[in-house]
């Protein structure tokens, strides 16, 4: 019901999408002093959402998010980014590279949300995540050597340095090209962090236009 009614509210306030010109610096958004390098072509813009599975913010903001993305021109790249604070919050981070790893962290990921928001689950222990993991078509072998793997421990390593560079302090985060971030705090609303993204995406756009 919550989330329902959240998609709708969002809805509305989407409508009417904010403009780069009408945006402030230090307000509606921060510009990192050093920006960080992206992970996508030259000719397109990332937006890097930084979440965390426990967050109740995050989970909030998920039907609006994908709502946005799904509207998003071809020359935004949209990734997801799980926060690294240590605890649970790394053991989620090893659990999304993992699903990714093994190819079915697209179908399971608002699944994970809704597990332990909705439905009380933990998802900390190895053995309770790939129990979840098998639901999806691997085994919970398959999922424990994901979970300890190189690559998944590499790709966790990745985005704590990719975290300390944008220099986050919370989730939700929106990060725009690698160097303009939007928080809950900054846009006022977890509704409005789209469309603050939006009008910074356009102004990438306008910038590289010059």
Known sequence: MFKSLLVA??????????????LVAGEDYTVLDEPVKTQVA?????????FWYGCPHCYALEDTLNAWVAELPDDVVFQRMPATMGGAWNRHATAFYAAQELGIQQEL????????????????DNEDIAAFFSQYGVSEQEALDALDSFGVKSEVNRAHA?????????????????????????????????KIAGALVDKVRDERAE
């Open 109 to 124: 990921h608002s699944d994970f949300f809704d597990a332990i928001h909705e439905q009380g689950a933990q998802l900390t």
């Open 42 to 50: 030259d000719d397109k813009i990332e937006v890097t959402e930084a």
């Open 162 to 194: 990719r975290m300390r560079n944008m220099q986050l302090m919370g989730v939700p985060a929106l990060i725009v090209d690698g160097r303009y971030v939007v928080t809950p705090s900054s846009a006022g609303s977890l509704d409005n962090m789209p």
């Open 9 to 22: 509210v969002a809805g509305l306030g989407l409508s009417t999408l904010a403009s780069a010109a009408d």
